[in-house]
C-alpha cells in the first residue's frame, strides 16, 4: 500500500497523491481515504497539485472517497487538478460531482 502525505488545513484533513494515480496507486488511495473516514475525519480534501496523470482508477478512488465522506456525514473535495486531470474529470461528467478548488486551504471556505 502506498501511503500519501497528510496535513491538516483547518477543520480538513488534506491528503496529497504524487505522481500517477493509475491502477498501481488508487487502492492505497482509497484504503486512505477509507481509514480516514473511518478514523473520524469527515472534511477531506484530495490535494491533486502534484499528480501528474489520473485513469479510470484513479477517479474510482476519488469517488469511493466521496462516497465514504457523504456516508459519514461530510465531504471529499479536490483541489489544483492538472489540465490533464481537468480534462479526465469533464470527459467523464465527473467534474460535476467533484468540483475542483484552487487549492486545499480554500476548499472547504464558506462552509
Known amino acids: 500500500m502506498t501511503a500519501y502525505d497528510i496535513r491538516e488545513v483547518g477543520t480538513a484533513v488534506v491528503v496529497q497523491p504524487t505522481g500517477r494515480l493509475n491502477m498501481v496507486a488508487a487502492p492505497g488511495l482509497r484504503d486512505q481515504l477509507r481509514d480516514l473516514v ?12 502534484a499528480t501528474e496523470f489520473i ?10 472517497g466521496l462516497k465514504a465522506a457523504r456516508q459519514a456525514g461530510g465531504d471529499l473535495r479536490i483541489a489544483a487538478p492538472n489540465t490533464q486531470v481537468r480534462s479526465v474529470l469533464k470527459l467523464t461528467r465527473l467534474d ?16
Open 38 to 49: 473511518d478514523g473520524g475525519s469527515r472534511r477531506v480534501v484530495v490535494d491533486l497539485s
Open 55 to 64: 485513469d479510470s482508477s484513479g477517479l474510482g478512488a476519488l469517488i469511493s
Open 96 to 111: 460535476r460531482v467533484l468540483t475542483a478548488y484552487e487549492s486545499a486551504n480554500t476548499a472547504f471556505d464558506g462552509d
